[in-house]
């Protein structure tokens, strides 16, 4: 150990550097952050290798002087807030002062800028956080920055950088939150000379969510706004039905135009959506929130990923409640019709609620985006079939747009049926382990056998069939593929675009024919059998999701395993279907067969057992 002594400069701006520049993209936050706060409207991102050799930023702000550009790289130099009062009502992006020295002393950088064109430009370059050149030249008003060698001083860091992909979608990602936090502002992202982002200035929020993520997502979205009190969001919601996805990916939450994350507001939003999402369901949503930077504290994390509000229990009353009303309101509209908009005034409320409601109109569907089931869902059952087999939803209806649990059921003769002879009897072949006795709330198939009472998760029971069937299949003769008579065109976001073209030779060897198709296209033209009738460009969808998480490196097994789940869980019959006693039995007869079926492959139990002792507990019978 040394003795006692405080810290040089370049040491601390090292030490400071860990915290603000963890990676590319977070230069990339910090260059477009400080040309937004210089009042850019256009602001040009040029990376190479996904940052790591070079990043440009190029904006067309108010620029700087040749004194406050010598100044801005220092440690704490900010011309954005000066007294404690400042501090806490910030309304720029930037005010800790912190981030061109950091950066500047962990790579080569290269500052050109000018505030005044008949002043002239100029140029500073530091290497390794030491001045190396000072030039005065012309250059029009804004500012560049170019980075190059990001960590080259810093091996140590440097080691931590992911993959080249991994680093872009890094980027890709936070430029696109950027972008939708100021809609006005041209944002142009150009990875190895291939220009992958262009939005022009001047866009509406909706509009930039559809630029951004693609018209197949802004197709399910409702726009809905609200003000109360200090309080005023808006933005675009999924639909409860349509607009949900597996995972919290589709979630951005802007405060006062910055993109962060804030739990108490993200609560308040789930809480909006109570009962109107099933399980395992989250909701895509783009929120801005405007509120007085009083209420706001936005120092409370080194990169400002995450912002404070000060008082959370009015928020969340006034956001739940507001986008619970709206939200139940387009759900009616999308059963009912379209109902006159409810306005406050009229009704004679006291609260000046200014409330707008209307769905992103409908972009003309791309031909086939549905496949007409031609078959019924498909669980084979050993028994000879008595009753009418079930039949899926009615074609007419787009699967994405309904729930599951309000989809047409087929009328059933014997729903429900508690009849000892019936339960007791086994299918012809007489193979089944457990005599059926009936079926419950259309989820749950009661059965009995090993002198126990036995409930199956109808659902989880089919989805664990379905697995062990495809990866049989998959590692066995090979998907079978059925060719779509009228190809399917999926859009997707540009994002999962690049993750779907790493893939496409496996996507192939799974039964999905897929190519490029223009844009963010990609047109499929056949799909695994299984899934024939079924949204498969639901299940790529809901695969990329997952993917986009585990990361491109995860391995190649971890992908085939991941599109086999949703593979099983998109063709399995599901919660809300009433089932034949015929069909139950055949339910049974193959989940007997296989060597795993305690659990669906979520790791949900299949079946539970009540044996006859716990149940004579239960009824306080001596034994
Ligand atoms: P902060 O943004 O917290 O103030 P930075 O280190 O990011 O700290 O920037 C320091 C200062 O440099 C800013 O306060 C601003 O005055 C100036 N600056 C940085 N980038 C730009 C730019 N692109 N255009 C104009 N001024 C800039
Ligand atoms: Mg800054």
């Not at 590692?475 to 690049?498: A, F, N, S, W």
């Amino acid at each position: 150990m040394t003795s006692l002594h405080l810290l040089d400069s370049h040491l601390i701006d090292l030490i400071a550097a860990g915290e603000v520049v963890e990676r590319p993209s977070s230069v990339v936050k910090e260059l477009a952050e400080n040309a937004l706060d210089a009042g850019a409207d256009q602001i040009l991102i040029t990376i190479e290798k996904g940052g790591k050799d070079r990043i440009t930023v190029l904006d067309n702000g108010s620029g700087m002087t040749r004194d406050e550009a010598l100044l801005c790289v220092q440690r704490h130099a900010t011309s954005k807030i000066s007294s404690q009062d400042d501090l806490f009502s910030v309304r720029s992006l930037g005010f800790r002062g912190e981030a061109l020295a950091a950066i500047s002393a962990v790579s080569r950088f290269e500052l050109t800028t000018c505030a005044d064109e008949s002043v002239g430009g100029f140029q500073l370059r530091i290497e390794g956080g030491k001045e190396v050149a000072q030039t005065k030249l012309g250059f029009p008003q804004g500012t560049r920055i170019v980075i190059e060698d990001l960590f080259y001083n810093t091996p140590a860091r440097q080691k931590f950088l992911k993959a080249i992909a991994t680093e872009y979608q890094q980027i890709h990602d936070l430029v696109l939150r950027l972008a939708l936090a100021r809609p006005q502002v041209q944002f142009r992202l150009t990875h190895n000379k291939k220009v992958v982002l262009n939005l022009a200035k001047g866009e509406s929020f909706a509009e930039r969510v559809k630029n951004g993520f693609g018209i197949e997502m802004a197709k399910n979205l409702v726009s809905i706004e609200h003000e109360e009190s200090y309080l005023r969001f808006y933005g675009l919601f999924g639909h409860p039905s349509g607009g949900t996805r597996p995972s919290k990916r589709w979630q951005q939450l802007f405060f006062n135009g910055r993109s962060a994350r804030c739990r108490p507001v993200e609560q308040a939003i789930y809480e909006g959506y109570k009962t109107l999402l099933m399980k395992n369901e989250h909701p895509i949503f783009f929120c801005q929130v405007e509120l007085d930077p009083l209420e706001l504290d936005v120092n409370v994390h080194p990169a400002k990923a995450e912002v404070k509000v000060k008082n959370p229990a009015l928020i969340n009353t006034i956001l739940s409640q507001a986008l619970q009303r709206q939200l139940k309101a387009a759900s009616r509209r999308e059963f009912f019709g379209e109902v006159a908009p409810f306005k406050a005034e009229d009704a004679g409320s006291p609260s000046a609620d200014r409330v707008q409601e209307r769905m992103i109109p409908q972009e003309q569907l791309s031909p086939g985006t549905f496949v007409v089931p031609s078959e019924q869902i498909g669980f084979r059952s050993t028994a000879p079939r008595k009753s009418a087999p079930f039949t899926p939803e009615s074609p007419s209806l787009a699967p994405e747009v309904l729930p599951d649990t309000t989809r047409l059921e087929p009328e059933k003769e014997e729903p429900f049926v508690f009849s000892e002879e019936k339960g007791l009897t086994q299918t012809a072949e007489g193979q089944a382990p457990f005599g059926v006795i009936g079926q419950l709330e259309k989820k749950y198939i009661l059965a009995q056998g090993e002198g126990s009472l036995i409930l199956i998760d109808q659902h989880a029971a089919h989805e664990r069939i379905r697995f062990e069937e495809i990866r049989g299949q998959f590692y066995g003769q090979g998907v079978q593929t059925t060719p779509l008579l009228i190809p399917q065109v999926i859009e997707l976001p540009p994002q999962d675009g690049l993750l779907l073209e790493q893939h496409l030779e496996h996507w192939q060897k799974l039964g999905f024919d897929l190519a490029p198709f223009g844009g963010n296209d990609y047109k499929l033209s056949a799909v695994p059998t299984l899934l024939q009738g079924q949204d498969a460009g639901q299940v790529i969808r809901a695969v990329l999701d997952e993917m986009s998480q585990f990361g491109r490196s995860g391995k190649l097994e971890l992908f085939f395993n991941e599109v086999f789940e949703k593979m099983a869980c998109h063709s399995a019959i599901r919660a809300g279907q009433a089932l034949s006693l015929e069909e139950m039995r055949g339910l049974i007869d193959q989940l007997a067969g296989l060597d795993l079926l305690i659990h669906c492959p979520h790791g949900r139990p299949v079946l539970v057992k009540f044996g006859v002792a716990e149940l004579d507990k239960k009824f306080k019978r001596i034994v």
